[in-house]
Structure formats: C-alpha cells, structure tokens
C-alpha cells in the first residue's frame, strides 16, 4: 500500500516537473523567437532530474534508516522496568507483537495495557513518519525543480546535461556485472572464511571422508572433499565420452557435408536439447535412463545400479551435445577455406581433408571448446542431484552411486539459512571450490579460443 | 612424337602404381564412406536422444491428465448434520455481531464428521459393500472430498435434508489401481488398497460410479500433501510468472542499458577491459553459484523473505544479465555503420544516434534474446533450492513477497514424493506444461524475430 502510495506520487511528480521544463522551453521558443539550444524534450528532462533526484534521495534515505528509527522509537515505547526484564528474544518478540498492534492485525493471547499504548503510539508514529517523508520528499523534488526552471534558458545546454546524466546510468547498470561478480567472491569468500574457522582447511581439501553431522552439537562430522571430487570427475569424464565423439562428429557433418536444407532442419532439433531445463534430464536419467542401464547390466552380467556415475554421466553427457557440437562448428567455420582447397588441390578426399588439416588447424579451439563444455559439466546440479544417487564415498566404480560438489551443496543448504554450523557453511566452501575450478577452466578456454580467432583473423 | 611412347618397361611400371593408387583409393573411399557414416551416426543419435527424451515424458504424462471421479448423491442428511440453523442477517443488529455468529457457526459446521456423509453416499452407491469398514470405504475418494461437501454445505445451508449429485475426485491409490499404474497381480500386502476396496472400484468403474474426465486439476488446483490426488500447478505457475515478471523488468533494461554503454560509449580503458572480461565469466558460472549468492546475500544479509518470488526473481535476473547483454552487443554491433554516420552527419549527437536509430533497428535481436534468456531462466532449479523455495506451499502468492513454489521446483518436489506409481505420472505431466510453457516462448522468439525482421 504504502509502496504504491510512494510510486503514485513519483509518478505525479515526474510527469508536473517534466510538462513544467517542456512548455517553458515552448514559451522561450514562441515568445522571443530565439533560437532554442535544446528541444522541449530535453528541458522536460533536465526538469525532471533535478525534481526526481532529490526526491529519490530522500526517499531512499528514509528506506535505509526509517526501519531502525521505528525500531529505536518502539523500544522507547516499552516501559522501562519490562525493558530491563527482557532478554534480545524476549524484546524481538514484544517488538513483534507491537508492531503487529499498530498494524492492526491483531495478536493471539491477552494483550497487556502497556502493549495497547506502544501499539498505537507506533502506529501514529509510523503514520506522521510516513506521511513526513513523502511531504518532505516533494517539497525537496519541488525546490529542485523551481531551480532547473529558474534555470531554463534559451542558452542553457540542457541535451548536455541530460545525455550526461544517460551515459552514467549506462555505466552504473554496466557496473551490476561487476557488483554480481564481487557480491559472488564477497559472500563465497566470507563464508567459506568461516567455514574454515570450524574445519581445517588441509581436513577439507584432502580429507577422504565425508560424513558431516547434520544434528548439530559439539561433534561436527567430517568435511573431506575428495569422495566429492571423484564423483564429480568420474561424471564429468563419462558426459565428455558421450558428448565429445557425437557433438564433434555432428559438427562435422552439419557444417561439411550437410546440404543446407538438411542443416536446417537438424541444427534446430539438435539445439532444443540445449534449451530443455536440466531438472527435465534429472527426471529422464532418474525413471528412464537409469532402470533401462541396470537391466542391461543385469543381461550382460554387470551389477550396474539404477542411480550412479554411469546414469548421471551419460545423460549429461547428452544434455551437453548441442554445447559441443555448436561451438565446433563455429570453430570450423573459422578454419580458413585456402586451406580446405589446398588439401583438395593435392588429392585429398574429403574426410582425409578434415581429419588431417581441418581438425589439426581448429585443434586449440575444440580443446578450448572441450575445457568450456567441462566447465559446464562440472557445474552442473539437478541431473546429478536426481539421478547420482548421494552417496559420497571414496571409490572408483562408475556403475556405483556418488555423489558430487554440487549434490553437497544442494543437500547442506536447503532451506537452511542461518549459517552458524559448519554444515550449512561448507556449501559455502564447495561453492568457493567449485568457482575457482569453473572460473579457471573458463578464463583458459576463452583465453585459448581468443588466440585461436586471432590467428585466422 | 617419341617421348609420348613410353617404354613397355616404364608403362609396366605406371600400370602397377596405377594399380597400387586404385588400391588405395578404394580404401581410401570406404574410409570416407565410414567417416560420412560416423558424422550422420552422431546426428542420428543426438536426434534419437531428442526424440526418446519426448516420447518417454510424452508417454508418462499424457495419462496424468486423465483423472477418475466418482459421481455420488449425496444426501445431506439432518440426522448426521446435527447443526443449529446458520443465522441470518436480519437476526442481528450489525455487521459485526452477524460476522461472529456465522463464524461460530461455520466452526460447529467444521467439528462435524464430514466423512460419514461421504461413506453413507458411498455405500448406497454399493450396496454390495454392505461389511466392508468406514476406512476400507473412504480410501476410494480422495481425503478433501469431505472438505468439498461441507463447503457445499456452508455455501448453502439450506441443502439440509436434500439429495446433490456431487463429483468428487478418486484418491491416489485408487486411480493407480484404475489406471493400472500398480501391477494388479501383486500380492495383497504389497497393493495399498484393501481386496474389497479394490473389487468395490472394479464394480463402481463397470456401473459407471467412477468415470474418467480431462484433469483440469493439474492446472487449477493448488500442491497439497493430504490429497495428493487433487494436488496442481496453480501455485507453482504463479510464483514462476512472478519470477519471470521480475527478471523482464530488471535484466531486459539493464542488460541492454550496459550492452549500450559498452558498445557504444565505453572509452578503451582498463575499466572497461574489466567489466567486459567479468561479464563473459559470468556467462559460464555454474547456475548453483547464482543460488549461493541469493542466499547469503539477498537473504542472510539483507533479510528478504525466504523462498519468495522477489529472491528468485533477483536471483535469475543476475543469472540472465550477462545472456542479454551480450546478445544485445552482437545485435548493435551489427548495425550498418552507414546508419551511424547518416545520423552523425545530420547532426545527431550520439546518444540520440545510438537511441533514436541504432536501438529500433536492433529491437527484434534484442526481444528475441529476451525471450531465449527468459526461457532459459524459467528451467533453472539450483539456484532456487539454495534460497529456500523447496518448501512445500499450497496457496497461491499474491505478491512477490509471498512463499511460493515454481515450475521446475515443483517438479523436483514430486519425483520426491513417496507415492510413485500416482507422482511419477504427474511429474511427467509437470515437465509437459513446463515443457510446453517453454516451446510457447520460443516459438514466440521464432515468430517474432521472423515478422520484424521482415518489416524492418
């Protein structure tokens, strides 16, 4: 409600100060017949940002400090002699119940007297604040603007301004990925900092044991992320044995033998695979791929188990095919065609062709291709949530359940936010594991396909 | 003349190596032959997995649309209804007063035991059923058929002492055994059901006590955990369309304000070489990464509420950032440079060069790459995990802030549930509606791009 409010006053207030800059500027042009330096519109504009930043500031201010101003004010509510009786909890929960007074939802159980005082006295309080701030707010914006409209001339360069203030908006939103990317090294790096402070990082690294003690108490349990580690390669390892050989060959074929006609029609096909979400291939490797796996082991004489590295890695491997066989073909679209001719020139057929010149002259950039599609594998959560089988033990058989980085992470931190124990922390530090792994296979990969395009450009 | 006749010797001697060549070029076409056969091999087998991958969901899901009713009379009886008469209006002086007096009422409605009515119903729809116990019974309609009726009831008191022909829905367990969904030759102790219940829905399907209708349900209901058989989508769609509802409002706007910045207007500086270099690694970090951000940052933090739409949405609009932005900086670099010039050349400054000619043009690249990122942010489920929307919610949000479920967690939620033979269907029908939500969007990109692209 209050939001709305808000919103509808900001909105009054933009379209008054930006219909004032306008037909000032109107006026300016008609009356004297001066030449203008900027349009109506950006005088509209100019008005408009000098209303709405003061408004906004105060605004914001208020969203940043009101919530502890109410708070301070609802404590100095509480009588003095209660206040000394109650501990931190018991003071939330008296806050609690007055703000849920001065609400006026009401609470369960008697409410006592000074409770109906604090209620209502919070409740005018919080009224006259608000009611305060958005005054004080469009007094601000309205001083702004009475300056920008002193300030409209027929010399003023008011486009100047305005395209100003747009190239800094342009690089404030630019700078967002900057913020994600530190937001993301900031919490992994201080949690996990914690994490540590619980569990020596040596026991965590190359621990072999994971068993962490989800209860709680003084025993915490064991932390070792090589079981984890394993089953996240053994996986990885079995999804690039699916998805390499098909992604590759497919690439071959689309971008040097396919009519066009065939290439697209297939191409698209292939690509839904890229767009179906992972949850849907967890699904398929759980009820489909999996039973299907173990009966096949049981006909030939192989204990396969219906959830485990074999399952999971190999429907991965499919959902990793289009992945491989797009950047491929890109990458063999770049290898130059003097060199194709060259090869054909001297005899070759055309597969002699491919498999000794093209495939050779776009190695670096299919390795590179190879390191992204494994950067993706590893990072990957509900396949091997769903079908892996969360068993994290130490061991080498891929027809057995594992269990991954990923699948640890999902399992500690479900739910669970209040991250004092190591055991919801150490998602934190597998988080941190798994970042720096993924973050240095990519920064390679890209690196190498950059060097790869440089050569051919 | 003489140097064109070779001698016998030498014509021996190219005969052989022609021979040899020959040879080899043979080999040298089957391995080609072979090559071909591999690369249209890979195809096959990557279409295979596309076209199994469907079928297998498809195949799974299709019966979870069918569900059974059973159709009873059901007669309100004042015996088993022993309630006063629900006050009216006009017995009190105000609002207030008629409020509270139909709320008590609404309670002594509630205490009743709703379920003997459903069981009297239900056993004079077989009267054959005549020793078989109130539970044996009541384990054919689903647990909330009761909760049906009494709102029947509450909505017009004056039903007391009528006969209604209702429907209501089948439980789980019976619409497996229906349905064949559990093997009908398994022993008694492994079926859920009890032998007379399961003889009495074999009598009820043949007399046409239960038939089969569309399961509307899946769409209209909300997830429930007590009757699973009328468990839906309703809530789960919701929270995803609010989540979506989120990331076009925030990525779309500043994905393409930096693309603009960085193509257009970025100086060649180490900041920029910076952002950019951030923006590509972004791309390739693992979605779960995402999800630990969200819930040590959005939640821990800055304390917004658990598993709401607002966290997931924030949380999948920094995930489909870096897609747009860079989908957007190859729609802008793509622009004839002779558009630039043209509008230079007119005078224009740059930012209305960029804003009044270089964007329009780049509009079908930039929606279609808002509808793929959209697309791909509406499958994403780790990140979702991590900021608590695994829990179990049976409403439907009315705001950001509510707990909510979405499509693809509650997907996740139901292959979990203990009731295979009856979830695993309705999991599959989920990855339908999802799947089909999905197809939507991208057939819409596809449309889209090819209808102004053609304008333009």
């Known amino acids: 409600m209050n939001a709305l409010i808000v919103a509808g006053v900001l909105l009054v207030l933009l379209g008054v100060s930006y219909q004032t800059g306008w037909s000032k500027s109107r006026n300016l042009a008609t009356a004297n017949g001066v030449k203008v330096h900027s349009r109506p519109q950006y005088h509209g504009s100019y008005s408009a940002i000098w209303t709405m930043i003061p408004a906004l500031v105060i605004l914001l201010l208020w969203a940043w400090f009101g919530g502890g101003i109410a708070r301070d004010y609802a404590v100095s509510q509480i009588p003095q002699d209660t206040l000394l009786a109650l501990d931190q909890a018991g003071l939330n929960n008296a806050l609690n119940r007055i703000n849920a007074l001065a609400s006026g939802y009401g609470v369960a159980g008697d409410v006592a007297p000074w409770e109906q005082a604090a209620g209502s006295a919070v409740r005018s309080f919080n009224f006259l604040t608000f009611a305060g701030m958005l005054v004080l707010a469009v007094v601000a914006g309205g001083a702004g603007l009475v300056y920008a409209r002193s300030r409209i001339t027929a010399r003023l360069r008011a486009r100047n301004t305005v395209e100003r203030v747009i190239s800094l908006l342009l690089l404030a939103c630019s700078g967002v990925a900057i913020l994600t990317t530190v937001g993301i090294v900031a919490s992994l790096v201080t949690e996990a900092f914690r994490f540590f402070t619980f569990i020596n990082p040596i026991d965590f690294f190359f621990g072999t044991v994971w068993a962490p003690n989800n209860a709680g108490g003084a025993n915490h349990g064991q932390y070792g992320l090589l079981p984890l580690l394993t089953g996240t390669l053994m996986i990885t390892a079995i999804a690039m044995l699916v998805a390499v050989p098909v992604g590759l060959m497919a690439a071959i074929y689309l971008s040097q033998y396919a009519p066009r006609g065939f290439r697209a029609v297939v191409k698209p096909f292939i690509e839904i695979l890229a767009g179906i979400p992972t949850i849907v291939f967890g699904f398929f490797a759980l009820v489909t791929v999996g039973p299907f796996l173990r009966d096949f082991g049981n006909a030939i004489g192989l204990n396969i188990n219906a959830t485990s590295a074999l399952t999971a890695g190999i429907v991965m491997g499919i959902m990793i095919i289009p992945f491989v066989s797009s950047l491929s073909d890109d990458i063999l679209n770049q290898v130059p065609r003097s060199l194709r001719d060259g090869a054909y020139g001297l005899g070759a057929t055309q597969s002699e062709t491919i498999r000794n010149v093209l495939l050779p002259a776009a190695l670096p950039g299919i390795v590179g291709a190879f390191l992204l599609a494994v950067s993706r594998a590893v990072g990957e959560t509900m396949i091997v949530v769903l079908a892996a089988g969360n068993s994290p033990i130490l061991r080498g058989n891929p027809f057995e359940p594992v269990s991954t980085i990923t699948v640890s992470i999902v399992n500690q931190l479900t739910g669970d936010t209040d991250f004092t124990g190591p055991q919801s922390l150490v998602g934190f530090a597998l988080g941190l594991t798994l970042f720096v792994v993924t973050l240095c296979l990519n920064i390679f990969a890209l690196y190498i396909v950059r060097r790869f395009r440089e050569q051919y450009e | ?456």
């Not at chain 2, 001697?13 to 056969?37: N, Y």
């Not at chain 2, 690694?281 to 821990?300: E, H, M, R, T």
């Not at chain 2, 695994?390 to 009731?419: C, H, M, R």
Request: aromatic content about 8%.
């Open chain 2, 1 to 456: 003349m003489a140097t064109d006749i070779a001698s016998p010797a030498s014509r021996s001697a190219s005969s052989e190596r022609t021979r040899a060549i020959r040879a080899g070029l043979v080999r040298r076409h089957a391995t080609e032959q072979i090559f071909r056969g591999l690369g249209i091999a890979a195809i096959a087998v990557a279409l295979g997995f596309v076209a199994i991958l469907f079928i297998d969901v498809f195949r799974k899901g299709i019966p979870a649309f069918v569900q059974s009713n059973v159709h009873l009379s059901v007669f309100f009886d004042p015996e088993l209804i022993d309630v006063d008469p629900a006050p009216a209006r006009d017995q009190f002086p105000s609002d207030a007063e008629y409020t509270a007096a139909s709320l008590k009422w609404q309670r002594s409605v509630a205490l009743l035991n709703w379920n003997t009515i459903v069981e009297a119903s239900l056993r004079k729809a077989a009267p054959e059923a005549g020793d078989m116990t109130a539970r044996e019974i009541l384990s054919i309609p689903e647990t909330d058929a009761r909760h049906e009726i009494r709102e029947m009831f509450v909505a017009n008191p004056s039903l007391l002492g009528q006969t209604v022909d209702v429907d209501v829905l089948a439980s789980a367990n019976a619409q497996n055994w229906i349905k064949g969904n559990i093997d009908r030759s398994l022993g008694d102790k492994q079926q859920q059901l009890s032998a007379p219940a399961r003889a009495l829905i074999d009598t009820f399907v043949e007399n046409g006590t239960i038939s089969n209708g569309f399961a509307w349900s899946i769409l209209t209901n909300v997830d429930s955990r007590s009757a699973p058989a009328s468990a839906g989508l309703l809530g789960a769609f919701v929270g995803t369309l609010w989540m979506m509802l989120i990331v076009v409002v925030l990525a779309v706007p500043i994905g393409v304000a930096a693309a603009i910045y960085l193509e257009e207007f970025a100086p060649k500086s180490r900041l920029t070489d910076l952002i950019e270099v951030n923006i590509n690694n972004l791309a390739a970090v693992p979605s779960i990464v995402f999800g630990l951000l969200g819930a040590a940052v959005f939640i821990n933090w800055f304390h917004l509420p658990i598993s709401a739409p607002l966290v997931g949405g924030l949380v999948l609009t920094l995930l489909t950032l870096p897609t747009i932005i860079i989908a957007t900086r190859g729609a802008l670099l793509g622009v004839s440079p002779a558009l630039r010039q043209a509008a230079l050349g007119m005078g224009a400054s740059k930012t209305q060069m960029v804003f009044h000619h270089v964007l329009p043009v780049t509009f079908p690249s930039i929606l279609t790459a808002t509808i793929l990122g959209v697309a791909h942010a509406l499958g994403e489920t780790a990140p979702l995990l991590l900021i608590g929307m695994k829990a179990f919610v049976a409403s439907v949000p009315a705001t950001p802030l509510d707990q909510a479920a979405a499509l693809p967690v509650q997907i996740y939620l139901w292959q979990g549930n203990e009731n295979r033979n009856f979830f695993e269907p309705r999991t599959a029908a989920a990855i339908m509606v999802l799947l089909g939500v999905m197809i939507l969007l991208n057939g819409a990109a596809i449309y889209l791009r090819s209808r102004l692209e053609k304008r333009a």
